[in-house]
């Protein structure tokens, strides 16, 4: 008795790959190279053929199926490696696997630390100290448990890896202050302003110890339109007021050049903060204005040092620290003395003043904003991220917030310690942002903070 021959054909896998099979193996469950079961059966279009059918029929249908065979020609390309598939499975938190388990909860557990995090950092930065010593210290330091949990949650819980991500996005943005603006000019500033731009540039010199020594480069580099220094030397001053081409102003520490003229000066009224800073407590910041004869319309331009929250927060690093025990004609003085919580309260007062000093600072500043165009550039000694920030400087545009790209960092202190102190502000109203970068290293331990703006027309 004569056999028919056994038959070729294919069977495509899920995945694109095609299995070379005949007769002999129909009915069989296979294992496909990405891991699916495979059940052979012959295709519907290459079912045996009837009697009387010819064999040049046959041949041309087997032709139009390989003409479109789709699965032989993916298998023709290089087998691309497959990504992990992103999921979330809550009943990892009651896993078998103590790994599984462990990783799961360590990552729902870092999820709501960040978000607390990110909460308690805008509302309590100045009033609670955890929040300040964070809002004023090395922030990086919320990113080292995902060194522990992203590699043992790919290993062995993959639910979360997904919520490990979010969390990481967290900490990078609103708690570490990222910043993505698009369209974005880049990292670096361009080497002049776009046209009918006001660039400004902001540094605290240090003194101006080494500022002294390259600012002719720093104005080449830059081409800034005004320039805002604090911490602005004797030596320094000298300098400033050498340049050729350039309207410079000086009050105390303060430095201001402006390639326009100055048409007037004025300085915030500073007599209350007077007995404090004395003591030691804060109230030292100084404001000044000026009135620049721009050729699209006068606006006025603030350049300011406000006081620093490091008095507070040094305070615990001794019994003395910088505020002494014993000050007298403070507020609550008899709270300072509690020697229970005398590092805790110092914190507080230091808070109160710079608060005190911030609300008359931006009320003199930008109380007109809507009806004079303003500028305010200079060491706010505060980040974004700040509730004293934020409560009275966020009505105006801060150009890195606007249009920077990156942390934006300015303050540099040691190897470990980078802030976002340094401010361009404008008021919305009457200028536009064009771009904002954090300038090189040029000798001080403040890098310059640059901002394009332009005028806005107005009715």
């Known amino acids: 008795m004569n056999r028919s021959p056994q038959r070729s054909f294919d069977v495509a896998c899920a995945c694109g790959a095609v299995i070379h099979s005949s007769d002999e193996h129909l009915g069989r469950t296979i294992t496909c190279r990405c891991g699916r079961a495979v059940h052979i059966q012959r295709p519907k279009e290459q079912e045996p053929v009837v009697a009387g059918r010819s064999g040049r029929s046959e041949r041309k249908r087997t032709k139009k199926r390989a003409r479109f065979n789709v699965g032989a020609l993916l298998s023709l390309l290089p087998r691309m490696p497959r990504l992990p598939r992103l999921r979330f499975d809550l009943s990892e938190w009651y896993a078998k696997r ?30 609670w100290l955890p929040a300040t010593m ?34 990481a996005l967290i900490a990078l943005g609103p708690v570490m202050g990222f910043r993505v603006a698009l369209p974005t000019a880049g990292l670096s500033a361009p080497t002049a302003p776009a046209p009918n731009a006001i660039r400004v540039l902001s540094l605290n010199a240090q003194g101006g110890g080494i500022v002294k020594l390259r600012l002719t480069a720093i104005l080449e580099r830059y081409a800034p339109s005004i320039v805002a220094m604090q911490e602005c030397g004797d030596a320094l001053a000298a300098v400033v007021a050498q340049q050729r081409g350039w309207h410079t102003a000086r009050y105390e520490g303060l430095c201001t050049m402006s390639r326009w003229p100055i048409e007037f000066a004025d300085t915030m009224p ?76 110092r914190v507080a007062l230091n808070a109160r003043i710079r608060e005190g000093e911030a609300e008359r600072a931006s009320v003199w500043s ?22 004293i920030y934020r409560r009275y400087w966020s009505g105006l545009t801060n150009a890195f917030d606007s249009k920077g790209l990156g942390f934006g960092f300015s303050k540099h202190e040691g190897s470990l310690l980078r802030l976002r102190i340094d401010h361009v502000l404008s008021a919305p109203k009457w200028f536009r942002v064009r771009g904002a970068w954090v300038g090189d290293d040029v000798g001080s331990d403040h890098r310059p903070m640059i901002a394009d703006l332009t005028t806005v027309a107005t009715p």
């Open 98 to 127: 103590a790994v599984t388990r462990y990783t799961f909860r360590g990552a729902v557990i870092y999820a709501a630390a960040m978000l607390s995090t990110w909460i308690s950092l805008i509302t309590a930065s100045e009033y």
């Open 134 to 167: 964070l809002a004023y210290g090395p922030r990086w330091v919320v990113l080292l448990p995902l060194a522990a949990l992203l590699p043992l949650s790919l290993l062995y819980a993959r639910s979360a890896t997904t919520l490990l991500g979010v969390s």
């Open 270 to 345: 500073r007599a209350a903060f007077a007995r404090v800073s004395q003591l030691g407590y804060g109230g030292t910041g100084i404001v000044v204005r000026y009135g620049i004869a721009h050729p699209a319309g006068s606006f006025q331009f603030v350049n300011l040092h406000l006081e620093t929250a490091r008095k507070g927060l040094e305070s615990l690093l001794g019994d003395d620290g910088l505020i002494p025990d014993n000050a007298t004609g403070v507020p609550s003085p008899e709270h300072e003395q509690r020697a229970d919580r005398v590092g805790e309260d």
């Open 366 to 387: 930008a109380r007109k904003m809507d009806e004079v165009p303003v500028i305010i550039a200079g060491d706010f000694n505060m980040p974004v991220e700040s509730a």
